[in-house]
């Protein structure tokens, strides 16, 4: 009997340690392959990272571009606004001129009173609707 029980023991023990060493093989695999998924996420949020990357780049520069673009804009219609004001300027003095020149100096008179009343109550509105449009947009609630 001590024969039969030790080579039960033996086939006992060679059973045991082939279903361990399945398990260690068998979760040996399964931590290769999470390795294996792990390398590959990381690959791709390296991807990922690369792309954001080269999209905010070229964001930025477009931006950048149409910034540019739109400073060059208001430059030029400042500089249109600021020539077509002297212009007007040189031509109404010229005008005023003239005709005090030729001798009617009532006619000159009623023209600079004419422009400056103009004048005035065109910048008095202009100013008085640029207020009530800051304080209308003081006043909405931001969303």
Known sequence: MDNSSTENTTDHSAVLNDRVLSVIEHELQNKSQEITLK?????????QDIHSFEFATHSLKEQTKDRQEERNHLLKVRYTTIGLTISLTIIFVVLIFSILYLGYKDIAIEIIKLVGTALITGFGGYHYGKSVKATESKNEPSH
């Open 39 to 47: 390398e590959k996420e990381l690959e791709l949020r390296k991807q």
